[in-house]
């Protein structure tokens, strides 16, 4: 299964853009120069993340998250918990979800 998230011409260098995911909604940003989507909610309650610098942190009660692997860093949610990304593919100049590929 594929389903086209975004044009990677339209993903900010910085911070993160939101899309729509089978009625779900995932951040998608630039990682160096690779894009890359996640999940937009936090492992503790499921609170919206934000982009701050490389770590990704819950909106509502601060927990943190690596930006490379995910693994939460601080903060409420549990000490093993890893954000969701999902897997992506860049095919002709989109972002887009792959799944059993």
Excluded at 4 to 17: A, D, F, R, Y
Excluded at 52 to 76: I, L, N, T, Y
Excluded at 82 to 93: A, F, Q
Aim: aromatic share 8%.
């Amino acid at each position: 299964m594929r389903v086209p998230l975004i044009n990677v011409s339209e993903i900010p260098s910085e911070g993160t853009k939101t899309v729509e995911f089978f009625g779900r909604e995932v951040l998608v940003y630039m990682a160096g120069e690779n894009p890359r989507a996640i999940m937009n909610a936090c492992l503790h309650i499921g609170g919206p993340l934000e982009r701050q610098g490389c770590d990704f942190v819950c909106q509502w009660h601060q927990a943190k998250f690596d930006g490379e692997s995910g693994m939460r860093v601080e903060g409420p949610a549990p000490k093993d918990a890893r954000l969701m990304y999902i897997p992506t593919r860049v095919l002709d100049g989109v972002l887009t979800y792959v799944y059993g590929e």
